[in-house]
């Protein structure tokens, strides 16, 4: 491979930078560092000024009024979720949070809220730009270019994909949306040729590349490259060597978190974990996911990512924990960027313990891949209650196909597979497509089951 394909998709000829703001995105880690700091001085005044939520939760925290410097972060309290929640709460629309005049909010996107009420995010004019430039940096690193034509199942809104719209806008590709859920339309559209590269789940890309495989159906020609997002299966080599194989194409994935950027991580084309692609804008620390004690972002470094917003003007966060539990693949690429890269593990809620292990439900997906083509690929783990620790055997729900013949062995030989390669028991239940849950959008790795036991005959 030519040293200047480093950082392209295969097959791409074009001749420009592969990099959308190399300056930034390959700069020393004490450049960067010294930027962050610098926006962080700003930002911090800016925060204690004029957010009640902020003021309020660090005098409790115990901060004085000198300057907390971005170097002592680890003074200033986490935010979490409900946090944010009770400071839209107490100052409906847009919170005591808010750190501008209503009349400079000028877009607003909501959350689906945990609790089925729905939250907002306000940005200034400004933010939305910086949402763009993290954005246009994520999606261009995976390898979409000014000569990429890409189709997208993301809504204008109410939720922060829609934002995808401005990026793809920014890079100039050619853009084929599709509503979000119209599996038709998006077949159509890539057998039509429209389009060379798919946004979506992981779980629609999935679902597409089963549908193919089983029906013998022609697989769109002129498609490429699948970009998945919204959960971490595009970054599990079981799911992702099958779409790739399957569909004829490269994988590679993004991450965002709605309160802090849409599009914050993007994988290159060499596919070895996420970038991050937001450094000047967002100050990111890895902490330890059980003391929450700061951690070093080193290669094989495992923890929570906790996010501060350095530009940030609507809404900005300090030290928010999005819950995701990452695994540092490395702080330089052969593409030339300088930004560590990370692979999702899993949700932190979605964690249990059994047997005294810690265990994220991706590493049960990653061995029902296995068994394909006798399961989708789909799998979830049922919890009964809160806690965290589990008495095996754990219930399992795989997915099926509708059409299948009676597998009677399958359940058992994934029981033995995950105690071989997890050390402990489970129970797997076999579910058919119709009953699992539409496929387009993003799966629950764990599904909450409050009563006491599923019947079984
Ligand atoms: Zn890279």
């Given at each position: 491979m030519a040293a200047t394909a480093a950082g392209r998709l295969q097959g791409d000829q074009c001749e420009r930078d592969w990099i959308w703001e190399r300056e930034i995105e390959t700069a020393p880690w004490e450049e960067t560092r010294r930027l962050s700091v610098a926006a962080w001085e700003r930002q911090y005044r800016r925060i204690r000024e004029s957010s009640p939520f902020y003021a309020r939760k660090w005098r409790e925290a115990g901060v004085g009024a000198?300057?907390?410097?971005?170097?002592?972060?680890?003074?200033?309290p986490f935010t979490t979720k409900q946090d944010l929640k009770e400071a839209i709460d107490e100052t409906p629309p847009f919170g005591s949070n808010l750190c501008v005049s209503p009349d400079q909010v000028k877009r607003?996107?909501?959350?689906s809220g945990t609790s089925g009420v729905p939250s907002v995010l306000a940005l200034t004019r400004g933010d939305m730009e910086t949402w763009t430039i993290m954005g246009t940096r994520t999606y261009y690193a995976t390898g979409i270019h000014e000569h990429s034509s890409v189709l997208t199942t993301f809504g204008a809104g109410p939720f922060v994909a829609g934002h995808t719209h401005f990026v793809l806008l920014r890079i100039g590709t050619r853009s084929v949306p599709v509503a979000p859920g119209d599996t038709e339309r998006v077949i159509f559209g890539l057998r039509a040729g429209l389009a060379d590269t798919l946004l979506s789940t992981a779980s629609f890309a999935q679902y597409l590349a089963n549908r193919l495989e089983k029906t013998d159906e022609r697989t769109p020609a002129q498609l490429t490259h699948v970009v998945t997002g919204g959960e971490p299966g595009g970054g599990i080599p079981t799911i992702r060597d099958h779409i790739q194989r399957v569909l004829g194409v490269t994988v590679t994935e993004v991450m965002g978190i709605g309160d802090v950027a849409p599009s914050l991580f993007g994988e290159c084309p060499l596919q070895q974990g996420m970038h991050f692609c937001g450094a000047g804008h967002v100050w990111v620390e890895l902490v330890d996911p059980e003391s929450r004690e700061p951690m070093e972002i080193e290669t094989g470094a495992v923890g929570e990512l906790a996010y501060t917003a350095l530009t940030r003007e609507a809404m900005p966060v300090v030290r928010f924990l999005g819950g995701d539990i990452v695994r540092i693949e490395g702080t330089s690429c052969e593409c030339g960027r300088t930004t560590f890269r990370q692979r999702v593990i899993g949700r932190r809620d979605d964690m249990f313990i059994a047997r005294g292990a810690n265990i994220y439900p991706s590493a049960i997906l990653a061995i029902v891949g296995d068994f394909r083509p006798r399961v989708t690929g789909r799998a979830?783990?049922?919890r009964k209650g809160p806690e965290t620790s589990i008495e095996p055997p754990i219930p399992i729900e795989v997915e099926v196909a509708d059409s299948g013949q009676p597998d009677p062995g399958l359940a058992a030989e994934i029981e033995s597979a995950v105690h071989s390669r997890l050390l402990?028991?489970?129970?797997v239940e076999l579910i058919p497509e119709s009953d699992f849950g539409a496929a387009g959008y993003k799966t629950r790795l764990t599904r909450n089951d409050p009563s006491t036991h599923r019947g079984e005959g």
């Open positions: 000198s300057f907390v410097s971005l170097g002592d972060l680890s003074q200033l607003v996107y909501q959350t979830r783990v049922v402990f028991r489970s129970r």
